[in-house]
């Protein structure tokens, strides 16, 4: 059984930076896609970037393209997501994902796995 544990939100001034990680354990994710998405309060789930499992490919979502960066340290089974220049309309409930597929994907309805999620508050 796949367990995910986020880390790293919290409340910051529009501007500043955070890096978000992602702790899995009970299985290896080396042969598993890795997704962030995020859920601001009343909004859908908006899947912002995705890593292949080899690290290569990244995906990322319009709204966060230039400030976000996705990574992953197999060897560490955590994955990463640094976002920086954070905007008031950046807050939500972030969450990482597994698929046992190598590709990347932005599609929620992809991803097996999920972890409980991290705050990010961006306070103008």
């Known amino acids: 059984q796949v367990q995910l544990v986020e880390s790293g939100g919290g409340f910051v001034q529009s501007g500043r930076s955070l890096n978000l990680s992602c702790a899995a354990s009970g299985v290896s994710l080396d042969m598993y896609g890795i997704g962030w998405f995020r859920q601001a309060p009343g909004k859908e789930r908006e899947g912002i970037a995705c890593?292949?499992?080899?690290?290569?490919?990244?995906q990322y979502a319009d709204s966060v393209k230039g400030r976000f960066t996705i990574s992953r340290d197999n060897a560490k089974n955590t994955m990463y997501l640094q976002v920086n220049d954070l905007k008031p309309e950046d807050t939500a409930v972030y969450y990482c994902?597994?698929?046992?597929?190598?590709?990347?994907?932005?599609?929620?309805?992809?991803?097996?796995?999920w972890g409980q999620g991290t705050h990010v508050t961006v306070s103008s």
């Open positions: 890593i292949s499992a080899t690290g290569g490919p990244t």
């Open positions: 994902a597994a698929r046992y597929m190598p590709y990347v994907s932005r599609n929620s309805m992809e991803y097996e796995f």
